[in-house]
């Protein structure tokens, strides 16, 4: 069974960082053959995509409302994904999911086989 776990989320103020983990684990889960996504939903809206990184890290993809802001990287030695956030802003409040997906295109809530239990972020003063 694949188990993705995120963690690092909480309150902090706007302009203030975050650093999101997500480490994954699965005795037949091969980390390195997922590309994996950040996700986020806030309350009453539908899950967005935020951030994606393909299999070995070479390509990263980007909402728009986040891009030099935040940046995901991975770590295929150690089964790990992070989002680092940074100027953070009301509207980037949150729960972030971590997700794993086949397919370096898209993007898609639909094109990901594994997701975690989500981590909430909220950005208040």
């Known amino acids: 069974q694949v188990q993705l776990v995120e963690s690092g989320g909480g309150l902090v103020q706007p302009g203030g960082s975050l650093r999101l983990s997500c480490a994954a684990s699965g005795r037949t889960f091969i980390f390195s053959s997922y590309v994996m996504a950040w996700f986020r939903q806030a309350p009453g809206k539908e899950r967005e995509f935020v951030a994606g990184i393909s299999w070995g890290g070479r390509r990263t993809y980007y909402e728009d409302s986040v891009k030099g802001r935040f940046t995901i990287s991975r770590d295929n030695a150690k089964n790990t994904v992070a989002l680092q956030m940074n100027s953070l802003k009301p509207e980037d409040t949150a729960v972030y999911y971590c997700?794993?997906?086949?397919?370096?295109?898209?993007?898609?809530?639909?094109?990901?086989?594994?997701w975690g239990q989500g981590t909430q972020v909220t950005v208040s003063s």
């Open positions: 997700a794993a997906g086949l397919y370096d295109s898209g993007y898609k809530t639909s094109e990901f086989q594994y």
